[in-house]
């Protein structure tokens, strides 16, 4: 059965009162729809993860991992103090998390309240209103200018309403757009009173980060994953930066073992490995520049990207292609939903390798 179709089918309906109330925000919620399982050995283009696996580093860190080291709860001050070093902070301004996920959730604990307005662009990655709505916040969203174009003007009205939090992926999901370092100056300093969520999911592609500012900034957290360019999306590690007082706060709210112990080992070695992570980047950079030119040449519009991924417009029949390209084997996101019409598909680059196969798969499919 179908991811889906499984959780529909367990899942009691929300409509007929259950013998305990559900949360009136939970109640409303339009669930998150997982992902097909089933994608490994497919050619996963699809959630922008790592094409290829991580480095073999992390394989031989897990490996030496002992059975007493799995028995024991996480211990996290020594590898805290490690993974600050090697991204410039105090391990005061760091903290783990499940996943970039699972920090949303954080944030959305410590900081708003029921009724709060959470302020959002869209389209952008889908787990900031699912965890805003979850809190009990009034999402305000402020849609991207002809669907790719950020909207300045828009978030800084927006934001003199003194929203609680504002969420930014930079670059963003799903479409690649990235907000210089002057942009991102511009919309901080228009929040005073604003908790700024800077996620940088996938720096490594953009080069872009405010990582620097969080010292001087009473309104930053950064947030990093690595879910992407390291390719560690299953061991679920994300990490949060903050001036040391936000980052006490989230600390209160936190569960005492946000991420374990084997997490922990496999971003250790992730991290050690700059040439691994330096290559990848280099080879995905070059398949997504091969895959816009490839796209452009079928006489698809695609849009410009900063991360590991491109939004394409194949017009009319989008959709069907995702499918018939599923059934090759090849996963691709379709995104008609978020934008409103057929056509807009969001594909992960992967490598050059990779990038032919699909161009291939493409032009015989359409
Ligand atoms: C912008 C953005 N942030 C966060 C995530 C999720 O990160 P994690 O796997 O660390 O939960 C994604 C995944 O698609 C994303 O696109």
Same mark, same amino acid.
């Given at each position: 059965?179908? %991811? ?8 009691p ?9 559900v949360? &009136?925000?939970?109640? @409303?919620?339009?669930? $998150?729809?997982?992902?097909? *399982? ?32 799995l028995?024991? $709860?996480?211990? $996290?001050? %020594?590898?805290?103090?490690? #993974?600050?070093? @090697? ?6 301004? /760091? ?26 662009? *869209? ?5 900031y209103?699912?965890?805003?709505? #979850? ?26 309403? *003194? ?14 757009? +990235? ?11 228009a929040?005073?009173r ?27 957290v ?8 390291a ?8 990490? /949060?930066? %903050? ?28 991290? &050690? ?6 290559? $990848? ?8 520049? @091969? ?6 040449? +079928? ?17 009319p ?14 996963l691709l ?19 050059r ?5 699909? /161009?291939?798969?493409?032009? *015989?499919?359409?």
């Amino acid at each position: 059965m179908k %991811a889906a179709a499984r959780r529909a089918a367990a899942a009691p309906q929300l409509g007929t009162p259950l013998a305990v109330p559900v949360r &009136a925000s939970v109640r @409303h919620l339009a669930p $998150y729809v997982a992902p097909e *399982e089933g994608r490994e050995g497919k050619l996963r283009l699809d959630f922008n993860e790592n094409t290829v696996g991580c480095s073999p580093a992390v394989l031989r860190a897990l490996r030496r991992m002992t059975s007493e080291q799995l028995a024991i $709860y996480p211990e $996290y001050e %020594a590898a805290t103090r490690r #993974i600050a070093r @090697h991204f410039g902070v105090r391990p005061t301004e /760091l903290l783990f998390s499940n996943g970039v996920d699972d920090a949303l959730r954080l944030i959305m604990d410590t900081f708003v309240e029921s009724g709060n307005t959470v302020l959002i662009p *869209e389209p952008t990655f889908s787990m900031y209103r699912f965890f805003a709505e #979850i809190a009990g916040a009034r999402v305000e969203s402020v849609p991207y200018e002809g669907s790719v174009r950020f909207p300045m003007e828009g978030i800084l009205r927006a934001l003199a309403l *003194e929203p609680r939090v504002l969420c930014l992926a930079n670059p963003n999901n799903p479409t690649g757009t +990235l907000l210089d370092r002057a942009a991102l100056r511009r919309i901080l300093d228009a929040a005073p009173r604003t908790l700024v969520l800077v996620d940088e999911a996938y720096f490594e592609f953009s080069g872009v980060t405010a990582l620097p500012w969080i010292r001087q900034r009473a309104n930053l957290v950064v947030s990093r994953t690595l879910s992407k360019a390291a390719g560690l999306a299953a061991l679920r590690l994300g990490v /949060l930066f %903050a001036r040391e007082d936000i980052a006490d706060a989230l600390r209160r709210a936190c569960t005492p073992y946000p991420v374990s112990n084997a997490a922990l080992v496999a971003a250790e070695a992730a991290l &050690a490995d700059r040439g691994f992570l330096r290559r $990848y980047v280099r080879e995905v950079l070059a398949s997504r520049e @091969h895959l816009a030119r490839g796209l452009e040449k +079928l006489g698809v519009r695609v849009f410009p990207s900063s991360a590991n991924f491109l939004l394409a417009d194949f017009g009319p029949g989008g959709s069907e292609l995702v499918r018939r390209l599923a059934r090759r084997g090849i996963l691709l996101r379709d995104r008609a939903g978020e934008f409103g019409r057929d056509g807009f598909v969001r594909i992960t680059a992967g490598t050059r390798v990779q990038t032919r196969r699909l /161009l291939r798969a493409i032009e *015989e499919e359409r």
